[in-house]
């Protein structure tokens, strides 16, 4: 099973559980003292979903799916002593942690900033935290690290762009983000341990590869330019259209073809690979050119292409001034597109690879350094931005 390394020097004590919502599914995992005992998706039937008219009011239905799940699994919840959500779609807010209070729990139920199943994690979090409390309560027990919290950790929304890197071409449309934050901070603390580099003086340019790609700057632990994921400012992804050339997007959304979702679901779910090929997944795709597809070799060719584009455009946002680039997602687990891509921007600096994408892993490790007293908690406001 996974292990949380040391935290700061302190070897991970308590019990964490993680929870990662889907459309269909809920991924837990619950660590014990640093270790994975437990990793489970919960696949949730269709005949359960359609009783609820929409996907924020299943919040209920899947915290009791989890508690149903230890039970018999053997895990008694009042030995819980964190519980850990990945970060919904919430503004204004910067890299971190995050305790779920009132403001995150009301935008993400409302779906302010964007509707998605993650937004659940948070709110079946808080209902966990809340029958951790009451059921140590009701048996007279005392905690060793005070009572069960709910926490976010990295949301995906989180903005420390510079102050340039916000403009867009006309007022209408700046630049936003919306990037693997959670993996890709996870990933550059583990950069940071591996080479023993000052966290304040490093600057690594790190791509997150999955079914969609962001590209992001982390200097002096922030993020402080990104591509987005999910919004068009972005590579080529295996089902996603990246950036889109405006006047053939608005011929299209105009042509009466398409409705406004049809052509949603061709940019982003539809886009890329699935769109050329009918399939996201990038194994088949160089296989297929390796075969000798001349199709698929010159799309394999642009997704290594667009990649290495946006990578050298963050480098210019530091004067070219960068430590090193790091690889990381499902995608990196591609050893011919990883080595592409590497022998691209070697010219920039070292390339590191650190494939998967070890969301609920990254979730327990930030537990763990809240646990630890390692972190600064942030208090979240719906209204302004809270900085460090």
């Known amino acids: 099973m996974k292990v949380i390394d040391n935290i700061y020097g302190k070897e991970p004590k308590g019990n964490v559980l993680v929870v990662n919502t889907g459309s269909i599914t809920t991924k837990f995992a619950y660590y014990v003292d640093g270790e994975a005992v437990l990793d489970r998706k919960l ?4 005949e359960v979903l359609k009783q609820f008219k929409d996907v924020m009011d299943q919040d209920a239905m899947r915290t009791e799916a989890i508690i149903s799940a230890l039970a018999v699994l053997n895990v008694k919840i009042e030995d819980i002593d964190i519980v850990m959500a990945r970060g919904g779609l919430f503004t204004p807010c910067i890299t971190g942690v995050y305790k779920v209070n009132g403001d995150m729990k009301e935008v993400l139920a409302s779906s302010r900033d964007g509707k998605h199943a993650c937004n659940l994690s948070a709110l079946i979090a808080d209902r966990m935290a809340a029958k951790i409390n009451e059921v140590r309560a009701e048996k007279q027990l005392k905690p060793r690290f005070g009572p069960c919290g709910a926490f976010v950790a990295d949301p995906p929304m989180a903005d420390e762009m510079l102050p340039e890197c916000h403009i867009g071409g006309i007022p209408e449309f700046p630049r936003t983000t919306l990037f693997h934050a959670l993996n890709t ?3 550059m603390r583990r950069y940071l341990r591996e080479t023993g580099s000052n966290p304040k003086e490093t600057t690594v340019i790190i791509c997150h590869m999955g079914g969609g790609v962001t590209v992001s700057l982390h200097h002096g632990q922030r993020v402080i330019d990104t591509t987005h994921g999910l919004g068009g400012d972005g590579p080529i992804t295996p089902e996603r259209a990246g950036g889109c050339p405006p006047y053939p997007l608005i011929d299209m959304c105009f042509s009466g073809k398409y409705t406004k979702e049809e052509i949603k679901k061709k940019l982003i779910g539809g886009g890329g690979a699935v769109a050329y090929f009918g399939t996201n997944d990038m194994r088949t795709v160089v296989q297929k050119a390796q075969e000798g597809y001349e199709d698929y070799a010159v799309f394999l060719k642009a997704f290594i292409l667009n990649i290495c584009k946006y990578i050298a455009a963050e480098s210019a946002v530091v004067d070219g001034k960068i430590d090193g680039i790091i690889l990381t997602g499902g995608v990196a687990f591609s050893d011919y597109i990883t080595g592409e891509i590497a022998r691209k921007v070697a010219y920039l600096g070292p390339v590191t ?34 900085e460090d």
């Open 43 to 46: 696949e949730h039937p269709y």
């Open 353 to 386: 690879i650190y494939p998967g994408e070890n969301e609920l892993h990254s979730l327990a490790e930030n537990g763990y350094i809240i646990l630890a007293g390692e972190t600064k908690i942030h208090t979240y406001d719906k209204e302004k931005l809270i």
């Open 185 to 187: 901070r996870a990933v």
